[in-house]
């Protein structure tokens, strides 16, 4: 087959077209000649095998589907000739913008992953959420019914803009809250792909034909098909932003404050930081180019954090985050994927020229940046008032996995609390879940279901364990080198018991843990990074900051995970002899230097 030139969609704003990229990758190939995502999903969801070709699987990402096999079972599977030697699976998730939800959704997802899944629901590090487990036959059953409840499925993976993140908490006294959140609505339905085949593939009746009211995945507001782009023929079909081909890799959106840079902004394509002035936001610092997965081995690959780039008002965020996303369409890498991100495309041209391109598709003058720094994280974990007289809680969800098993039955302490109190609901980027609109009277009640069901109250658990997280790694991502999920809890065991005895048991750092370089849960810009190497051995950062804003430096490579604690709290215990005054475990690290650090913790 020959592969297709792939242009963009259109002509820059200068009267020319962007170059043609002659050679292209696959996934390339995949889309050009998918019609707008189809492909040939249609005719494999009934040809009985349990898993998809090769150009399916790219496609369905951009429907919210992973194909997954489990790992721990190749042997079993391949003894039982199953084909391949595999057991598939998908995994299926659901885009929330600013993590908002409502009760009826999150019963609504739990019901699936009983009876669809592995009867574990995963918070996602995007705020979404993730269902495992889905048979092949189960996958257009199990979208509809998401759809159902008003969520979606569609851009929660894929070459296009993925799920916004906004600050979760819900303060309804602070207007800057309100505004950030609708504006993540806003961008979450602006940025959305157009294409009919998602509607016409998951939703439409088969008894009628007729397509049903589909999700928005933004809570409290429905949409009509029409709305959402969704109606037409297929004649009529167009992608106004994306093109055929949409973009050359995933891009990334996350909305902070200064004071609450929970969204983690510098980790995202683009990120916005707002600025305030008497509860208002009068603008955002727009900051490009953060992106954190790399390859080892590929030294033309690194991580990178968001540059703050210009100054613009509320106003205009919507063009200049389009005209942003254009660029990156027309002149982002279309033949290697390794550096298909906004962040090389940056590297390569530099800042200055890429704002002047921004400049000319947004149509317009981009004002410098204004002088605003982080200095918060806030993960909204215990009790606050949220200033209108009712209260939200944050609960802690270690790694972010709804689960029951054993004495510990998070999973039904969640249906209890949305059937009972029926509280809004917020996802946060640290995986946790934000219980909002209750009433002082309904403290007593959500402590005895969180406690009668085994699960830690967050007031409960240590510092080390409240600002970690893990990516799910084994056994399903085929990505992951060694373990993630499954191994942080052990270490973090391990860790709270030193950090008591060094008497650093209040101290606050973000501990971050993947099973490859790809960095999901955001390891590079930790005050601990440990991301997975080879099986069973770790590569180590240290010196990032709990506020998100700079990387960290590899401390040590290939540690081996029975060594992981023990050479932290030789760190630990340097940082408690020799720190200055406030300073932060990150903040220390990152003084000391590399060097430092292993001249006098390097045995440890």
Known sequence: MTKPNIASPGATPGGGKPPVQEKVSPVETFKAESHHL??????????????FGKASIQLLKHHGAYQQDNRDQRNTAKAAGKPAGKTYSFMVRSAIPGGKLTSAQLLAELDLCDEVGNATLRITTRQGLQLHGVVKNDLKAVIRRINQVQLTTLAACGDVERNVMCSPVPYRNDPVYDQMQALADRLAIHLRPRTKAYYQLWLKDEETGQKQLVGSGVAGK??????????????????????????????????????????DVYSHDLGLLAVCKDWQIVGYNVLVGGGFGTTPSAKK???AIARP????SPTQVIDVATAIIRVQRDYGNRSDRKVARLKYLIHDWGLERFKQMVQQYYGGELSPPRPVEVFRFNDGLGWHPQGDGGWFYGLNVENGRIKDEGEFRLKSALREICHTLNPSLRLTPHQSILFGDLRESDHEQLTEILQRHGVPLSEEISNARRWSIACPALPTCALAVTESERALPGMMDQLEAELERLGLADEVFTT??????????????????????????YTLFLGGRTCGDRLNFIYQDMVPADEVVSKLVAVFRYFRDAREPGETFGDFCFR???????CHCGDG
Do not use: H, W
């Not at 189809?38 to 898993?51: A, H, K, N």
């Open 301 to 303: 690959t690194f991580p």
């Open 38 to 51: 189809r492909g040939t999903i249609p005719e494999e969801l009934v040809d009985g095998q349990p898993f």
């Open 222 to 263: 429905e949409f009509s098909a029409a709305e959402l782009g969704a109606t037409g023929s297929d004649q009529e079909e167009v992608e106004p932003l994306y093109g055929p081909t949409y973009l050359p890799r995933k891009f990334k959106i996350g909305i902070g404050l200064p004071g609450d840079n929970s969204a």
């Open 592 to 598: 000391k230097g590399v060097e430092d650090l292993l």
């Open 309 to 312: 780039m210009c100054f613009i």
């Open 512 to 537: 971050r843990m993947t099973g490859c370089p790809n960095g999901c849960a955001r390891p590079y810009n930790a005050d601990i990074g440990l991301v997975g190497k080879a099986k069973g051995k």
